[in-house]
């Protein structure tokens, strides 16, 4: 093993996740009790409401699989922290399973994929049995919130709660103990391991990024006007995963066409990408596979027929100024807010060339013009979650509760081996405008009628997966044409 989809795709290791599991290991090192173990549960796929057929095709979820690699559903995964040794339940199949589901693999086909250093099949005692048997006496169970979301992964189940005894049988007698369990200490170490990625995981995350691109180049000479948005989202998920064997989507396509480039999550069930593309459209295709659980976040913008207007050149020519100043200055040591803060700075500083805006550009950042045209945040940590996890970790600032910085997925100080998006982007919504008008604060900035000329055009975005290194940054989606001049050369 561990993970490919034929001769040419990446082929992933196992290597991948052993190192992981090391990392862990030592990072728990002088915190974990004596005889303590790492208990975490795999995801268990998600029928369609109340019948019997999958929701979608199962995907592992991340804490576990960035602990063991298994693609597989149903399992439970155990670390010994003073040993580092590592053991999978797979789930105990019912005997006709191969004639509906595939074949029924053994202990040692897991144990030879995922090079973990035990496999028991999970009976109703199986894990118990075995924590008895070791003689746990601390579990460490991962019970992780999401900042953006609010939402919480629970810990593995109530069976391990603290001060619950376990009644077993062995040989007709009946053996008792305690296991105490802590949900404190793993998420804040888990997570921030996950931030920094390792060679092996870079080296996934750039396949998937290649795909993403070659992916974004095939749109851009297939659409052409009259064409509809989910065509070109076809096209898109039909290249990543017949040539670069990704079965899975980062996250829904975004694939908007004028007026609808101002949606920030256009894509959804209300804006399902059926609107028909019109000569003149600039289109914002948002989109990015996922290769073995790790994902890509690219978003480029073109003119649908190929050529850009004068205003689309000045919309679009900003946004790229500001994602290229921010790929040169993002490096260790600089804070992420201050990133967001510079690309809003050059982005105004163009519109005001441009005759959309006058006053002091510094004036203009202070009171928080740029969140009226860029309300969501620069970018965010990717990895094995599109909006990856522990971006409020380490250093991170408190979130912001000013326009535009409240939306920042992560307020930390940039490190070496963090991967994260440089996404600016220029929109024109009315909503956002129209308030900013009748503000006094900010209406001092804005000429009306020339903003006028922009309204109902959508907006621009430019959104490149970038790998912080002290010698220079690494741009994993490198392979786009991306000027003006580019773009227009590739369409024609």
């Given at each position: 093993m561990?993970?490919?989809?034929?001769?040419?795709?990446?082929?992933?290791?196992?290597?991948?996740?052993?190192?992981?599991?090391?990392?862990?290991?030592?990072s728990?090192?002088?915190?974990?009790?004596?005889?303590?173990?790492?208990?975490?549960?795999?995801?268990?796929?998600?029928?369609?409401?109340?019948?019997?057929?999958?929701?979608?095709?199962f995907?592992?979820?991340?804490?576990?699989?960035?602990?063991?690699?298994?693609?597989?559903?149903?399992?439970?995964?155990?670390?010994?922290?003073?040993?580092?040794?590592?053991?999978?339940?797979?789930?105990?199949?019912?005997?006709?399973?191969?004639?509906?589901?595939?074949?029924?693999?053994?202990?040692?086909?897991?144990?030879e994929?995922?090079?973990?250093?035990e496999?028991?099949?999970?009976?109703?005692?199986?894990?118990?049995?075995?924590l008895?048997?070791?003689?746990?006496?601390?579990?460490?169970?991962?019970?992780?919130?999401?900042?953006?979301?609010?939402?919480?992964?629970p810990?593995?189940?109530?069976?391990?709660?603290?001060?619950?005894l376990?009644s077993?049988?062995?040989?007709?007698?009946?053996?008792?103990?305690?296991?105490?369990?802590?949900?404190?200490?793993?998420?804040?170490?888990?997570?921030?391991?996950?931030?920094?990625?390792?060679?092996?995981?870079?080296?996934?995350?750039?396949?998937?990024?290649?795909?993403?691109?070659?992916?974004?180049?095939?749109?851009?000479?297939?659409?052409?006007?009259?064409?509809?948005?989910?065509q070109g989202?076809?096209?898109?998920?039909?290249?990543?995963?017949?040539?670069?064997?990704?079965?899975?989507?980062?996250?829904?396509?975004?694939a908007?066409?004028?007026?609808?480039?101002?949606?920030?999550?256009?894509?959804g069930?209300?804006?399902?990408?059926?609107?028909?593309?019109?000569?003149?459209?600039?289109?914002?295709?948002?989109?990015?596979?996922?290769?073995?659980?790790?994902?890509?976040?690219?978003?480029?913008?073109?003119?649908?027929?190929g050529?850009?207007?004068?205003?689309?050149?000045?919309?679009?020519?900003?946004?790229?100024k500001?994602?290229?100043?921010?790929?040169?200055?993002?490096?260790?040591?600089?804070?992420?807010?201050?990133?967001?803060?510079?690309?809003?700075?050059?982005?105004?500083?163009?519109?005001?060339?441009?005759?959309?805006?006058?006053?002091d550009?510094?004036?203009?950042?202070?009171s928080?013009?740029?969140?009226?045209?860029?309300?969501?945040?620069?970018?965010?940590?990717?990895?094995l979650?599109?909006?990856?996890?522990?971006?409020?970790?380490?250093?991170?600032?408190?979130?912001?509760?000013?326009?535009?910085?409240?939306?920042?997925?992560?307020?930390?100080?940039?490190?070496?081996?963090?991967?994260i998006?440089?996404?600016?982007?220029?929109?024109?919504?009315?909503?956002l405008?129209?308030?900013?008008?009748?503000?006094?604060?900010?209406?001092?900035f804005?000429?009306?009628?020339?903003?006028?000329?922009?309204?109902?055009?959508?907006?621009?975005?430019?959104?490149?997966?970038?790998?912080?290194?002290a010698?220079?940054?690494?741009?994993?989606?490198?392979?786009?044409?991306?000027?003006?001049?580019?773009?227009?050369?590739?369409?024609?």
């Amino acid at each position: 093993m561990s993970f490919d989809c034929g001769e040419h795709t990446l082929h992933v290791k196992p290597d991948l996740f052993v190192e992981n599991r090391r990392r862990l290991v030592e990072s728990l090192a002088g915190k974990a009790l004596p005889g303590s173990f790492v208990v975490l549960q795999g995801g268990v796929g998600k029928p369609r409401y109340n019948v019997d057929l999958d929701e979608v095709v199962f995907r592992q979820e991340s804490y576990f699989f960035w602990t063991f690699g298994v693609h597989e559903s149903e399992l439970f995964g155990l670390i010994d922290v003073d040993s580092g040794k590592s053991v999978l339940f797979p789930p105990l199949l019912p005997e006709d399973y191969h004639i509906w589901e595939g074949k029924v693999r053994d202990e040692a086909w897991f144990r030879e994929k995922y090079q973990v250093d035990e496999v028991i099949f999970k009976n109703e005692f199986a894990i118990s049995d075995y924590l008895e048997a070791n003689k746990a006496s601390m579990l460490y169970l991962l019970e992780a919130q999401n900042t953006d979301s609010g939402s919480v992964l629970p810990p593995a189940p109530s069976q391990f709660v603290p001060g619950i005894l376990y009644s077993l049988s062995q040989n007709n007698l009946l053996i008792s103990f305690q296991i105490r369990s802590d949900t404190s200490l793993l998420y804040p170490i888990m997570a921030n391991l996950r931030v920094f990625k390792t060679d092996l995981e870079l080296q996934v995350m750039r396949y998937a990024s290649q795909i993403a691109c070659e992916a974004h180049k095939d749109v851009m000479k297939t659409l052409k006007p009259k064409m509809y948005e989910y065509q070109g989202e076809s096209i898109f998920r039909h290249h990543t995963h017949f040539h670069g064997g990704c079965r899975h989507l980062a996250y829904t396509c975004i694939a908007a066409s004028g007026e609808n480039g101002a949606v920030m999550h256009h894509g959804g069930p209300d804006a399902p990408n059926n609107r028909q593309t019109k000569d003149g459209d600039m289109c914002v295709f948002d989109m990015g596979p996922e290769y073995n659980c790790y994902s890509s976040d690219v978003t480029c913008s073109f003119p649908v027929n190929g050529k850009f207007t004068p205003k689309q050149k000045i919309i679009y020519n900003a946004v790229l100024k500001a994602n290229l100043a921010v790929f040169e200055a993002a490096k260790p040591g600089v804070r992420w807010t201050d990133m967001h803060l510079l690309g809003e700075k050059i982005m105004l500083t163009e519109l005001k060339a441009a005759g959309l805006l006058q006053g002091d550009v510094d004036k203009m950042v202070q009171s928080r013009l740029g969140a009226v045209f860029q309300p969501v945040g620069l970018g965010h940590l990717i990895g094995l979650d599109i909006h990856d996890v522990g971006g409020y970790l380490g250093d991170a600032l408190p979130r912001s509760l000013e326009p535009g910085l409240k939306n920042l997925r992560t307020t930390r100080t940039l490190q070496e081996r963090m991967v994260i998006t440089i996404e600016p982007g220029c929109y024109f919504i009315d909503q956002l405008l129209d308030e900013a008008l009748a503000d006094p604060k900010l209406s001092k900035f804005l000429i009306p009628a020339k903003i006028d000329e922009f309204r109902g055009s959508g907006g621009v975005r430019i959104e490149d997966v970038v790998c912080i290194w002290a010698k220079g940054n690494e741009n994993l989606s490198k392979n786009l044409p991306r000027t003006v001049e580019e773009i227009e050369r590739f369409m024609a």
